[in-house]
């Protein structure tokens, strides 16, 4: 049975109960407020939100608005003055967090329909509320984790950018912005590459990144280099990708570059550099190749005849430098028909320094040709010229020398030592080393002015073969460290008494490289070998 004129408020309210059944399933509530009064109606929903019944719930549209919380009340505020406003929006739309009755904050949709007169003036508002709490929640950890994704790429020190399907900027970071010299990275947004770059660059850039869009394929590790609009000159290392959506689509391209400007200006002034340097090592090293060609003139290339109605004197060297310059050398002086002065020297170092001092006792040399007769007196010569020179030049330097000379009308072999390894006679009493103890030497050549060097004076009729040579063959080492010595250099020269000199020489040379550990020399390698040959033999 049906009411004939029915109370209008229980109509409305018979209404707002349609409606929140309605809404039950969407976990909605329904509240109506007739504006000026200060009762609402809230549906169970929403006083479950609010965690309160009737009697306690707070009308929230009521200033001063204490169940709102304080950050939401401007924005609360704004909406419902709208809302009351005549004239003003249908309807009532904010979210906002309100104080519950157990003391805590819970984020409501608050929607609201407004009824208005013909005037347009405001006069009930009703609506749903529904809790977004969760929502709220997750959208808050996703704002935050955005902020934090933004935070790193914006200082991360690389220029990282989306651009759409016609190459425009979508997004960039800050780091991208202050590379173009540009204050935000919104200034970026819509523009291209042609906006700031020659085509040089603009359009191989446009072109790769077409192709990506086209294949799909990234390209990574590119070297770009890149000239602005207004000169500067700038390289990067690129990588670029397809962009696309979350079902595969292309919507464009996304790209990484860093700044490896000063890496590449580094590069190239390495390279210049480093022509330069090859430029003038090559001219080095014609320089080295002359001295070497003038160093090698200066010695002999030939031996002097030495004999006599008795017997001849026969030479053989050989001469291995571990470098274009040498420190090694010998010289053969004839003083007559039947006497010669035999040097062999070895200076201290190798390359350049050590030939200047080679250079240098050969000029010495040459000035003590007048003692050649006399060993002591000629080593006594060089050294006294050699320690003038290094004194004034403050260097520290020294050369080892030994000196004999061969008489064959005296039949004697006298011979001084400056430090130098004594020589291996091959003779009448066998295979010895003269030259070993110390009153038979004296110091370096060039360590000591006025220094002496006693001279020893041997019969030929006791001597053979005499065999010389620099400390290079004697500081061969093998695997474990052990030097060649002497004692193996007398043993190949008396293994090799029947054979000539040139044999001989060959052999040691060959005996030295088999012992040494990587098959080479160490040091410059000089021999020296002579026979002295009755003529009736």
Same mark, same amino acid.
């Given at each position: 049975?049906?009411?004939? %004129?029915p109370n209008?408020?229980?109509?409305?309210?018979?209404k707002?109960?349609?409606?929140?059944?309605?809404?039950k399933?969407?976990?909605?509530?329904?509240?109506?407020?007739? @504006?000026?009064?200060?009762?609402?109606?809230?549906?169970?929903?929403?006083?479950?939100?609010?965690?309160c019944g009737?009697?306690?719930?707070? %009308?929230?549209?009521l200033?001063?608005?204490?169940?709102?919380h304080?950050?939401?009340?401007?924005?609360?505020?704004?909406?419902?003055?709208?809302?009351?406003q005549?004239g003003?929006?249908?309807?009532?739309?904010?979210?906002?967090?309100?104080? *519950?009755?157990?003391?805590?904050?819970?984020?409501?949709? @608050?929607?609201? *329909?407004?009824?208005?007169s013909r005037e347009?003036r405001?006069?009930?508002?009703?609506?749903?509320?529904?809790?977004?709490?969760?929502?709220?929640?997750?959208?808050?950890?996703?704002?935050?984790?955005?902020?934090l994704?933004?935070?790193?790429?914006?200082? @991360?020190p690389?220029?990282?950018?989306?651009?759409?399907?016609?190459?425009?900027?979508?997004m960039?970071?800050?780091?991208?912005?202050?590379w173009?010299d540009?204050?935000?990275?919104?200034?970026?947004?819509?523009?291209?590459?042609?906006?700031?770059?020659?085509?040089?660059?603009?359009?191989?850039?446009?072109?790769?990144?077409?192709?990506?869009m086209?294949?799909?394929?990234?390209?990574?590790?590119?070297?770009?280099?890149?000239?602005?609009?207004?000169?500067?000159?700038?390289w990067v290392?690129?990588?670029k990708?397809?962009?696309?959506?979350?079902?595969?689509?292309?919507?464009?391209?996304?790209?990484v570059?860093?700044d490896?400007?000063?890496?590449?200006?580094?590069?190239?002034?390495?390279?210049?550099?480093?022509?330069?340097?090859?430029?003038? %090592?090559?001219?080095?090293?014609?320089?080295?190749?002359?001295a070497?060609?003038?160093?090698q003139?200066?010695?002999?290339?030939?031996?002097?005849?030495i004999?006599?109605?008795?017997?001849?004197?026969?030479?053989s060297?050989?001469?291995?430098?571990?470098?274009?310059?040498?420190?090694?050398?010998?010289?053969?002086?004839?003083i007559?028909?039947?006497?010669?002065g035999?040097?062999?020297?070895?200076?201290?170092?190798?390359?350049?320094r050590?030939?200047?001092?080679?250079?240098?006792?050969?000029?010495?040399?040459?000035?003590?040709?007048?003692q050649?007769?006399?060993p002591?007196?000629?080593?006594?010569?060089? %050294?006294?010229?050699?320690?003038?020179?290094?004194?004034?030049a403050?260097?520290?330097?020294?050369? *080892?020398?030994?000196?004999?000379?061969?008489?064959?009308?005296?039949?004697t072999?006298?011979?001084?030592?400056?430090?130098?390894?004594?020589?291996?006679?091959?003779?009448?009493?066998?295979?010895?080393?003269?030259?070993?103890?110390?009153?038979?030497?004296?110091?370096?050549?060039g360590?000591?002015q006025?220094?002496?060097?006693?001279?020893?004076?041997?019969?030929?009729?006791?001597?053979?073969?005499?065999?010389?040579? *620099?400390?290079?063959?004697?500081?061969?080492?093998?695997?474990?460290?052990?030097p060649?010595?002497?004692?193996?250099?007398?043993?190949i020269?008396?293994?090799?008494?029947?054979?000539?000199?040139e044999?001989?020489?060959?052999?040691?040379?060959?005996?030295?490289?088999?012992?040494?550990?990587?098959?080479?020399?160490?040091d410059?390698?000089?021999?020296?070998?002579?026979?002295v040959?009755?003529?009736?033999?």
């Open positions: 049975m049906t009411e004939e %004129n209008p408020q229980n109509r409305d309210r018979v707002l109960e349609r409606f929140e059944l309605a809404l399933a969407s976990h909605e509530g329904i509240w109506d407020w007739r @504006i000026g009064e200060r009762e609402i109606y809230y549906s169970r929903r929403i006083l479950e939100f609010m965690e009737h009697q306690r719930a707070p %009308n929230v549209f200033p001063p608005h204490d169940s709102i304080p950050d939401d009340l401007h924005s609360f505020n704004l909406a419902l003055s709208q809302a009351l005549d003003g929006p249908e309807v009532l739309s904010v979210d906002a967090r309100v104080k *519950t009755g157990g003391d805590v904050w819970r984020w409501l949709r @608050i929607r609201g *329909t407004v009824v208005r347009g405001a006069y009930r508002i009703a609506g749903s509320m529904i809790d977004i709490s969760r929502r709220k929640e997750a959208e808050s950890q996703v704002e935050e984790e955005r902020f994704l933004r935070q790193l790429i914006d200082h @991360i690389v220029q990282v950018y989306f651009k759409d399907l016609e190459s425009n900027f979508v960039a970071n800050q780091r991208m912005a202050e173009l540009l204050s935000s990275s919104s200034d970026l947004i819509g523009k291209h590459d042609h906006d700031f770059f020659d085509e040089d660059h603009w359009k191989p850039a446009a072109k790769d990144e077409q192709r990506i086209d294949t799909g394929q990234p390209i990574t590790g590119l070297l770009e280099h890149e000239t602005r609009r207004e000169g500067k000159e700038t290392v690129t990588s990708f397809p962009w696309r959506d979350r079902k595969g689509r292309i919507k464009g391209t996304f790209g570059s860093s490896v400007t000063s890496l590449v200006t580094a590069q190239r002034e390495a390279t210049s550099l480093a022509e330069q340097l090859q430029a003038k %090592n090559e001219a080095y090293e014609e320089e080295v190749h002359l070497r060609e003038v160093q003139a200066l010695s002999s290339s030939g031996f002097p005849d004999s006599n109605t008795d017997s001849r004197v026969h030479f060297t050989r001469y291995v430098p571990i470098s274009g310059l040498a420190g090694d050398f010998f010289e053969v002086i004839q007559r028909d039947d006497c010669v035999i040097l062999i020297c070895d200076v201290m170092g190798h390359g350049v050590a030939a200047l001092i080679v250079a240098m006792l050969r000029g010495l040399l040459e000035k003590q040709r007048s050649a007769a006399d002591g007196a000629f080593l006594h010569g060089l %050294n006294d010229g050699l320690a003038s020179i290094l004194e004034r403050g260097a520290t330097l020294f050369a *080892t020398a030994f000196y004999g000379l061969v008489d064959l009308s005296a039949g072999l006298s011979y001084a030592c400056a430090g130098h390894p004594g020589p291996i006679i091959d003779g009448a009493d066998g295979i010895r080393q003269i030259a070993v103890e110390r009153h038979q030497k004296g110091p370096g050549l360590l000591i006025g220094s002496s060097y006693p001279t020893t004076t041997l019969p030929l009729s006791d001597i053979r073969r005499v065999v010389l040579f *620099t400390d290079g063959v004697l500081e061969a080492e093998n695997h474990q460290g052990e060649f010595f002497e004692k193996r250099l007398m043993e020269v008396a293994r090799n008494s029947s054979q000539s000199i044999s001989l020489l060959d052999g040691i040379l060959s005996s030295v490289l088999d012992y040494s550990q990587d098959q080479h020399f160490d410059d390698v000089c021999l020296m070998a002579i026979d040959i009755p003529r009736n033999s």
